[in-house]
């Protein structure tokens, strides 16, 4: 039994892979193929300019590049290069064997096992194109997580979330009886038990931005323009009602 053989046996995948000969994997819940459909079309026409400006010699990051399905989509959006990352060992087990069966030469699309909070940004180098999908909301640091996106970007950085759904401000103190400030920017905590395959590993508090404070932690990271994509019908609903969100970083 072959690699991919013993994948297709075991649990279902998290993308909608269309294997050479015709067949889709199982995914793991019906929902996913309309996210990643969603999320690929509402990205593709800029990652593709960028990668165009860039000329052949363009090179993409696909930081938490799972089981590297948009690291395949930047290779076909005109990346020469591209270096998908990714914390769990069985998520770059099943990167690997789709690049095997899709006959991608490692020096096109390398993978690399590592931590973004323990990795250097030195270590990754710079790229025309990064990719920051579905991490910073199962994270404790988000802002460590932007500043590595931000580090590593040339050109344009993607950043793809689920938000809250806290549109008015939050009041708390600041620091002296009576006195009270307004943020427009707030997060949710969601406590992670480490048992859920898209999260961070372990149990670790994840902090879920609304749509301002996305906006504010890329400004804060040091991109200079940023822009929300603006979802169409057909889309998947989260998109369309603001729970999930796509921002341009430049």
Aim: proline share 5%; charged share 20%; hydrophobic share 45%.
């Amino acid at each position: 039994m072959t690699s991919l053989e013993q994948e297709l046996k075991g649990l279902p995948w998290i993308y909608p892979w269309r294997l050479r000969d015709g067949n889709e994997v199982r995914v793991a819940n019906s929902e996913l193929p309309s996210i990643h459909r969603t999320r690929a079309e509402l990205i593709e026409p800029r990652v593709r300019a960028a990668l165009a400006v860039a000329g052949p010699d363009a090179t993409a990051l696909d930081l938490a590049c799972n089981e590297g399905w948009f690291s395949h989509r930047l290779l076909d959006w005109g990346a020469s290069r591209v270096v998908g990352v990714d914390v769990r060992v069985k998520n770059l087990q099943r990167a690997a064997v789709m690049r095997d069966h899709f006959d991608i030469p490692p020096e096109r699309l390398e993978l690399r096992q590592a931590d973004v909070f323990e990795i250097e940004p030195t270590a990754l180098g710079m790229y025309d194109v990064v990719l920051l999908l579905g991490l910073i909301y199962h994270v404790e640091n988000p802002m460590v997580v932007m500043r590595l996106a931000r580090a590593c970007t040339q050109s344009l950085c993607v950043i793809e979330s689920q938000l809250t759904q806290q549109t008015q401000p939050i009041v708390h103190g600041l620091g002296q009886s009576g006195e009270f400030h307004e943020s427009k920017g707030s997060f949710a905590v969601q406590l992670e038990r480490g048992d859920n395959a898209l999260a961070s590993t372990g149990r670790v508090l994840s902090l879920i931005p609304n749509r301002i404070a996305l906006e504010q932690m890329a400004q804060v990271a040091g991109f200079d323009v940023v822009e929300f994509a603006t979802p169409q019908a057909g889309h998947n609903p989260q998109y369309i009602s603001g729970d999930r969100a796509v921002l341009f970083a430049s």
